[in-house]
């Protein structure tokens, strides 16, 4: 069973925007770091950004300064705000615990085009 549903990718032009949910089943709460992932096609997966629960944030040198991240702790869910989007941000997108402890599941396609 796959606790984690990231959702709201899509297709977009480069410099856009988008914003990506992760919905648990499980309490969230408990988990002192969760994070958002990337694959894109041909490669390997890659951390993203990373949130504590206490709100302290870091991110991928790729996107540091276009995306942020958040997290609803009540709400089990994490978000990933994308701007300034490019072509290479173009991968399915997932969340998970950092380190990574659950399946990984579907995830979500963004695809930015040029």
């Known amino acids: 069973q796959v606790p984690l549903v990231a959702y709201g990718g899509g297709r977009v032009q480069a410099g856009g925007s988008l914003r990506l949910s992760c919905a648990a089943s499980t309490s969230i709460s408990s988990i002192t770091i969760m994070g958002w992932y990337r694959q894109a096609p041909g490669k390997q997966r890659e951390w993203v950004a990373t949130i504590t629960s206490s709100g302290s944030t870091n991110f991928a040198d790729s996107v540091k300064g276009r995306f942020t991240i958040s997290r609803d702790n009540a709400e089990n869910r994490v978000y990933l705000q994308m701007n300034r989007l490019k072509p290479e941000d173009t991968a399915v997108y997932f969340c998970?615990?950092?380190?990574?402890?659950?399946?990984w599941g579907q995830g979500t396609q963004v695809t930015v085009s040029s």
């Open positions: 998970n615990a950092a380190p990574p402890r659950w399946s």
